[in-house]
């Protein structure tokens, strides 16, 4: 049973430009969330997606970031317009439950805005 | 207003001794709690959790004890192995997402 899958696993964009992290999750798991690890901090959720609907996206940027997470494929967390300050680790994780289970996490996206 | 708080950065152990990380958070209403281990480069992966109907929940090496009074948990590893080496992260999940802490780094020294 393969793990969370992320790819890519390192990004570089140049600022104005678009990122595009995808995230295949476990099978069986219908319960996507995004975090964000910014430099010497802990993850900071932004979004909770199950299938075709975002459940609560508290966590996410009010401008440029969109998230989805589609009937078929992975789930993919979009950055529009990229900036100095995206420059982060985004990480995704899935669970087969919505309720008091752990979260089995990717390995990561390490976006750097150049 | 940060819900989770790890305030030690950074913990040195020497092999074979206790490793104590702690974390404290600030909702009475928080049930459910977890500690997460990272290494560099790779994502976070589940180590231990416990209920608010428990105060202690033991697993091998690792045992995760939690003061509801004092809104306080904490995360013993014994005996620590240089394999231990990682940021340990406190979470806590209401609504099926987690808040994490910063994290603790450890070190274990041969």
């Known amino acids: 049973n393969a793990g969370v899958m992320q790819n890519p696993r390192h990004l570089v964009r140049r600022r104005g430009q678009e990122a595009r992290l995808r995230c295949s999750p476990m099978k069986g798991h219908s319960h996507v969330y995004w975090y964000r690890q910014l430099p010497e901090e802990g993850l900071k959720f932004m979004v909770y997606l199950q299938k075709e609907n975002i459940i609560d996206e508290s966590g996410m940027p009010k401008e440029r970031f969109s998230a989805e997470f589609p009937k078929e494929g992975p789930s993919i967390l979009r950055i529009q317009q990229v900036v100095r300050g995206d420059s982060a680790a985004y990480f995704c994780?899935?669970?087969?439950?919505?309720?008091?289970?752990?979260?089995?996490f990717g390995q990561g996206t390490r976006l750097t805005v150049v | 207003d940060q819900q989770v708080k790890q305030n030690s950065p950074s913990l040195s152990v020497q092999e074979g001794r206790i490793s104590i990380l702690n974390c404290d958070y600030t909702n009475s209403m928080f049930d459910y709690f977890l500690w997460y281990k990272k290494y560099p480069a790779e994502g976070p992966t589940f180590l231990i959790s416990i209920s608010s109907i428990k105060d202690k929940n033991e697993d091998g090496r690792f045992t995760v004890f939690l003061n509801k009074s004092a809104k306080h948990l904490s995360l013993h590893i014994v005996p620590s192995q240089p394999g231990d080496s990682a940021v340990y992260f406190c979470?806590?999940?209401?609504?099926?997402?987690?808040?994490f802490g910063d994290g603790t780094t450890l070190t274990v020294k041969p």
């Open positions: 979470a806590v999940n209401p609504a099926g997402k987690s808040t």
């Open positions: 994780a899935s669970s087969p439950s919505l309720m008091n289970t752990e979260a089995f």
